[in-house]
């Protein structure tokens, strides 16, 4: 009498490709509604306080909040799955959500790197600069729900598009590491010229509004151009971030809710980093050899199993050894002034 597969609990196996997940519609649903209560929460708080300035102490009690939710509902999860699946399988899931969670919330250090640049680029009022975050972490998480479900369909049908997903990687790691340090040169975003050239622009901002006018009169503000720009930007952190998860786990559960989860704290992280920016210039660097070691893990699937403890504490190491060195060297002293 053989033993049941993994895969029949809705779990990968170390060899099969599968469209199936341990996400059912108690775990799905749960998941969804956890997610709309917190976004609720987070949206009736922002509007009782009104526009204003976040202060580093509100932010920091925010994404404490929002870590703390991501860290319960992993726990919720390892206790789901030990009632129904076995204490084996509860273990690995919750260690790969964790480790996606980890991965995808340091990357998105970048994506708040990025946001604080074009801020200060269009002069962003710091009480408008909620209100761009919350746009763009509704929209981050309709895209990554979209691209999720086309990689997963596509790594189940076609073993060779992980393959792909290693060298992309691997390549954009290395690019990565050789733009370190150096300040993107916003005049030449061919989006932004585009932009510009071809919008009815007006140079103030008019409060929240986008636009102003109607039909031919319409005139666009500054806050749309930072939009757009915000929305580009998400576009290409997640095809940059999604693929890194898919060496940790197939599962579209797993994938999805850890992205979702470190997405969410974005808006609290940014106003947490926002003045500690150039304190972590060796962040980069880290993040890079990231994104290496997960591509180069990922062309190595079938010829090397890195365990997964092993990877979380390799990605963890990469990160605190950056973070560490930047607080140690300053600025000034790794340029050698």
Excluded at 110 to 123: E, H, K, S
């Amino acid at each position: 009498m053989s033993t049941p597969k993994p895969a029949a609990l809705g779990v990968f196996s170390d060899r099969e490709q599968s469209v199936d997940s341990i996400g059912n519609g108690w775990l799905w649903g749960g998941f969804t509604l956890l997610v709309a209560l917190a976004l609720w929460v987070d949206l009736a708080l922002m509007r009782r306080g009104g526009l204003h300035k976040v202060g580093f102490r509100e932010a920091l009690y925010w994404s404490l909040g929002w870590v703390g939710l991501a860290l319960a509902f992993n726990a919720g999860l390892w206790w789901y799955l030990h009632e129904t699946a076995g204490q084996a399988v509860a273990s690995r899931v919750g260690l790969e959500f964790l480790t996606g969670y980890l991965v995808e919330k340091a990357l998105a250090v970048d994506n708040i790197f990025v946001f604080l640049m074009l801020f200060t680029y269009f002069g962003v009022p710091e009480q408008q600069r909620q209100r761009v975050l919350v746009i763009g972490v509704l929209g981050a998480i309709v895209l990554r729900a979209i691209l999720i479900f086309i990689g997963a369909a596509l790594v189940a049908r076609f073993h060779w598009v992980l393959y792909l997903f290693g060298a992309f990687l691997l390549l954009t790691g290395i690019k990565m590491w050789l733009a370190a340090g150096q300040t993107p040169d916003l005049e030449r975003n061919p989006l932004l010229r585009w932009l510009t050239a071809h919008l009815p622009l007006i140079r103030r901002y008019q409060g929240s509004a986008l636009w102003i006018g109607r039909g031919r009169r319409r005139r666009y503000t500054p806050l749309f151009v930072v939009l757009a720009m915000i929305a580009i930007t998400d576009v290409i952190f997640a095809v940059d971030s999604i693929p890194a998860i898919f060496a940790i786990t197939t599962d579209p559960f797993i994938v999805l809710t850890s992205n979702v989860f470190a997405v969410l704290g974005l808006r609290a992280m940014f106003f947490l980093l926002a003045g500690m920016a150039e304190r972590f210039h060796l962040l980069s660097y880290g993040l890079a050899l990231v994104l290496a070691f997960i591509g180069g893990k990922m062309l190595l699937i079938d010829v090397v199993r890195i365990p997964l403890p092993l990877a979380l504490g390799t990605v963890a190491a990469i990160i605190g050894a950056s973070v560490a060195l930047s607080l140690l060297r300053p600025p000034h002293a790794a340029g050698g002034k």
